[in-house]
């Protein structure tokens, strides 16, 4: 089974996750601020990490951009109080993978670390490198470039982008996308995929005569590498 690390301030809710997780025969660690979670990243390998928001010393944005800088790639799926758009937008440009919202079901968070390590082991298989017509896409650097200009996606971008040219020429829905890009399913009361298309659409296609994501209405996008 994975390993995980949770990393929440309320110490009563961390311990209780540890042990539903560790009586399911997964291999738990837990630290209880910021900084604590930091040096535990830093010194030893997990499969997912699970950690609050807001948090004394540091927060879970700040850990989060932090620990990406050091070039960790482990799955970071964020717990929160906080869940409005904006905040799992935040937690998702800040390098997260997944955001639950609290309270939520014990049987849910399970579900979503399946998923976020079913992912980042098959990503460990998957070609390196990815192309398409003048798009190059390093998986090791998670950098895309466009003529060999380096587009400057964030994470989230970067994983809409590979899935995208994973299925160049199918048109993929909104759900579908949320799906496999975030792990969730679609909620129709937030337009999180439509926000990042248009991130995306802003860097990968601005300024070029060929659009490389069209809109098709009423079904979702289209991605043609051609």
């Not at 927060?59 to 951009?65: K, M």
């Not at 160049?168 to 829905?173: D, M, N, Q, R, T």
Request: include cysteine; glycine fraction near 8%; aromatic fraction near 10%.
């Amino acid at each position: 089974m994975p390993s995980l690390l949770i990393i929440d301030d309320q110490r009563d809710f961390a311990d209780s996750l540890t042990k539903g997780l560790c009586e399911l025969n997964y291999e738990v660690d837990t630290a209880y601020n910021g900084e604590e979670g930091k040096r535990l990243v830093l010194t030893k390998k997990y499969d997912v990490i699970i950690m609050d928001v807001i948090m004394p010393k540091v927060d879970g944005i700040h850990l989060c951009r932090s620990i990406r800088d050091e070039g960790v790639t482990t799955p970071v799926l964020f717990i929160s109080a906080l869940d409005n758009v904006a905040d799992k937008i935040s937690g998702l440009e800040a390098g997260g993978d997944d955001y639950l919202a609290k309270p939520f079901h014990f049987d849910e968070l399970v579900a979503r670390i399946k998923a976020l390590s079913r992912r980042y082991s098959s990503e460990t298989t998957t070609p390196s490198a990815l192309r398409a017509n003048g798009l190059f896409i390093d998986r090791v650097k998670m950098s895309a470039y466009r003529e060999g200009k380096d587009l400057g996606l964030t994470k989230k971008e970067f994983r809409l982008l590979e899935y995208f040219i994973r299925n160049e020429g199918k048109v993929l829905s909104k759900a579908e996308l949320a799906e496999n890009v975030w792990d969730v399913d679609f909620d129709t009361g937030t337009n999180i995929v439509e926000v990042y298309v248009n991130y995306l659409r802003n860097k990968l296609d601005k300024g070029y005569d060929k659009k490389m994501i069209a809109t098709k209405f009423g079904m979702g996008y289209v991605f043609n590498g051609e």
